[in-house]
């Protein structure tokens, strides 16, 4: 297969772009073996084109543009055959017992300093 032509890109050629000045047309067609058999750059008998570069084609002011080139078929998604799995298994919160801390201590309890809390008491005291 041949490489796209423009330039820096390295993806193959899908599609060939032809031109005639004098009726100022410009048409895209398929690539396909038969057609790029033989076919080298210098000869100037195809501009190969990726399918990204194609599809971004514009042709100059005036000039009749067709595009030949068979529509890409739409990809077909099997059906799912069972949902799939979650990913992560739900848990239930376990049931407080008797013998834990009541919430009510918890609350009562001071959290503790801040990094940033601890800084301000260490740090001098400024005078102005």
């Not at 041949?2 to 100022?24: F, S």
């Not at 055959?81 to 201590?105: D, K, M, N, V």
Request: hydrophobic share 35%.
């Amino acid at each position: 297969m041949l490489q796209c032509v423009r330039g820096m890109c390295t993806e193959m050629a899908i599609a060939g772009l032809g031109y005639d000045i004098t009726g100022a047309r410009a048409w895209l067609y398929d690539l396909d073996p038969a057609t790029v058999a033989g076919t080298t750059r210098s000869r100037n008998v195809v501009v190969p084109l990726c399918r990204v570069h194609a599809d971004r084609i514009t042709v100059p002011v005036g000039w009749e543009f067709e595009d030949r080139r068979m529509p890409a078929p739409d990809p077909v998604a099997p059906p799912p055959s069972e949902p799939p799995a979650p990913l992560f298994e739900s848990r239930s919160r376990p049931e407080p017992s008797e013998s834990s801390e009541s919430p009510q201590a918890v609350e009562s309890e001071p959290a503790p300093p801040s990094l940033l809390e601890r800084a301000f008491r260490a740090a001098p005291a400024r005078s102005q």
